[in-house]
């Protein structure tokens, strides 16, 4: 059953001279511990991660068939020859669409791009997009955010006499001996290539392609500057992505939400200012929960390229070259204007529309694991009626609610399709292995996957799951970790603005975790129009008074609160900000009460 107080509190124990590295770097010993539990270590690595630049990103032309992908595109450019764009309909597929589309267009190229529907179409480039590329009198395609796996796809593309160019970050496809099998394309680039020295393989396919569109500008005499003028859209990608906020990354979105006030994009503004954000004060968070979701509703709902040409509606200055009057200019910024802000409220609306579904479909979710498969180790839920690309993200709520590997059914035209999210403790893709036989399609890893089967075949499915599940009890409880055990006397107005040098959190550099016990509730109340915060008073052993605010079911809360001698707290420091006054609270992330 889903209970938050069912968790295991776990502290961090990484060993380092943590003075030593305050010192060094001007940071309390607290901070330098957080820095160490995220696998930092080092002078120079420390450094990079408190004080990354854009100058220290990677040498682009590390990455394998990168010259030779950029000369080709050059070679074809000069020749005239039409180009097409083949992306993918997710956060990140749209922006390395929109990175690339930009780029060649900037070299002079004449090029188009497509986005597979995800219902129509499926993941990435299929035989379909290659036959009507040739009809269309398509000499080149170039992939992004896909490719690498398409293997009898390029082929036939090579039958067809085109030129493809592969740019991707998904894993390469192995043979059984376990060597690499790369799809015959004229240029393949991708960092998780064997024979390829790029120094951090962790990237999305936006930055793959940001990185391409840095050495087509190089080698076209492109100012480098209007190759960092993009740098929001590899950081937008990187986030929606979910990819580890670690190394190049980390100083790729760092610099990124800095770029987006000035972003070219009149679309991505737009959008902005359609979910109330400020533009100035964007973190990985608004990316990852507020302007993500916008852009990925298109490609759940609709066509992805509704979201691509949001981006694409640009200020009437991005390429530095208006001319004629100035009631013209005024004119093209307002019809550009008003496009991009019809758009980006047409998304926000389907983003809506889109929370909507997703949460009848996780009461769904949740009453049939309440009533019918609560004794399951393995959760496979069945919703025929639900639309198929929120399956993944419903799966998702489930995992979070009841920490078991979760799968989540829908019906689709031919056949039921699934997709799953697990816990640390299952490996969802060998589990899949397991009953390949009943699969029709399967892929993933271990901690999520999708794959289509027969309808008639759901029940067995979830049967021999089950029975072929080694889960224990242990593994349902969920493990929260603990960076530092700190007493809320330690907590400053320095401290607080210091940990905001730690940002961007996400993925791979979570928000750090502090904890205290046996703190005594003073006073609370219920707040929030929907029930959903308390804010509280609680006082250390030695007297400290502190503000907390904790985000869960108000009145519950409340009155098992009364009812307890004291809380131990998984809290955050931060500071509120009202009618002009600050003042140091915690908001907590996790408690267990004590009566």
């Known amino acids: 059953m889903r209970n938050h107080q069912e968790s295991i509190w776990m502290l961090q124990t990484k060993r380092a001279d943590f003075n030593a590295v305050a010192a060094r770097f001007h940071i309390s010993p607290v901070t330098a511990r957080i820095i160490r539990n995220r696998d930092v270590e080092g002078e120079e690595a420390i450094d990079r991660y408190l004080n990354g630049t854009l100058d220290q990103l990677y040498d682009p032309h590390l990455m394998k068939d990168m010259d030779k992908a950029a000369s080709l595109i050059l070679e074809k450019i000069r020749a005239g020859a039409c180009i097409r764009i083949v992306g993918d309909y997710d956060i990140d597929g749209v922006c ?31 035989e379909s997009i290659i036959r009507k590329a040739k009809e269309d009198g398509i000499d080149t395609i170039v992939t992004c955010d896909n490719g690498i796996a398409a293997l009898e796809q390029v082929r036939l593309a090579k039958e067809l006499g085109m030129t493809v160019i592969v740019t991707d970050h998904h894993e390469v496809v192995r043979a059984e001996d ?36 840095q050495v087509l500008y190089e080698k076209s005499g492109v100012p480098e500057q209007e190759w960092k003028d993009m740098l929001e859209f590899a950081a937008i990608a990187t986030v929606g992505d979910v990819m580890k906020l670690q190394d190049e990354n980390r100083i790729i979105v760092r610099w990124g939400l800095k770029q987006i006030p000035h972003t070219a994009s009149a679309g991505l503004r737009a959008l902005v200012e359609a ?155 060998k589990a899949l ?82 904890a205290q016990k046996n703190l005594r509730i003073r006073s609370l109340r219920a707040i929030g129009r929907n029930n959903n915060a308390v804010r509280m008073t609680v006082v250390t052993e030695q007297g400290r008074p502190m503000e907390a605010m904790v985000f869960t079911e108000a009145d519950k809360f409340v009155e098992e609160a009364k009812n307890s001698r004291s809380i131990d707290v998984i809290y955050y420091p931060d500071i509120n900000e009202y009618n002009g006054n600050r003042t140091l609270q915690i908001v907590v992330r996790a408690y267990k009460l004590h009566a």
């Open 96 to 126: 390395s669409t929109y990175l690339l589309y930009r780029g060649l267009t900037r070299c002079g190229g004449h090029v188009d791009y497509q986005i597979p529907e995800r219902i129509r179409d499926g993941y990435g480039i299929n």
């Open 178 to 213: 376990g060597s690499q099998v790369l799809p015959e394309a004229d240029a393949v680039v991708n960092p998780h290539r064997d024979d390829c020295s790029y120094l951090f393989a962790g990237i999305c396919g936006g930055v793959v392609a940001y990185k391409l569109v």
């Open 275 to 429: 979910c109330g954000l400020d533009i100035y004060n964007l973190t990985a968070y608004h990316i990852g929960f507020v302007i993500g979701p916008c852009l990925n509703a298109s490609g759940r709902l609709k066509t992805a390229q509704l979201a691509l040409e949001l981006l694409l509606c640009e200020e009437p200055n991005a390429s530095g070259s208006m001319t004629g009057l100035l009631e013209k200019c005024l004119g093209q910024e307002m019809q550009r204007s008003s496009r991009a802000e019809k758009m980006a409220a047409e998304l926000k609306l389907l983003n809506e529309e889109r929370k909507d579904m997703t949460q009848a479909g996780m009461e769904q979710a949740f009453e049939q694991v309440d009533t019918e498969l609560a004794d399951d180790d393995v959760l496979v839920v069945y919703l025929p009626d639900c639309h198929e690309s929120l399956a993944g993200i419903i799966a998702g709520r489930v995992r979070e609610a009841y920490n078991k590997p979760s799968f989540v059914l829908t019906k689709g035209e031919d056949c039921v399709k699934g997709s799953g999210r697990s816990i640390e403790s299952y490996h969802m893709y």
């Open 433 to 514: 292995c397991g009953v390949q036989e009943l699969l029709l399609k399967f892929g993933g890893h271990p901690m999520a996957a999708g794959f289509s089967l027969k309808e008639e075949n759901v029940e067995e499915f979830r049967r021999r799951l089950n029975e072929q599940s080694t889960l224990t009890k242990e593994d349902f409880i969920p493990k929260i970790w603990i960076d530092v055990a700190m007493p809320l006397e330690y907590i400053s107005e320095a401290l607080v603005n210091e940990l905001k040098s730690l940002e961007p959190f996400g993925q791979g550099n979570e928000k750090p975790q502090f």
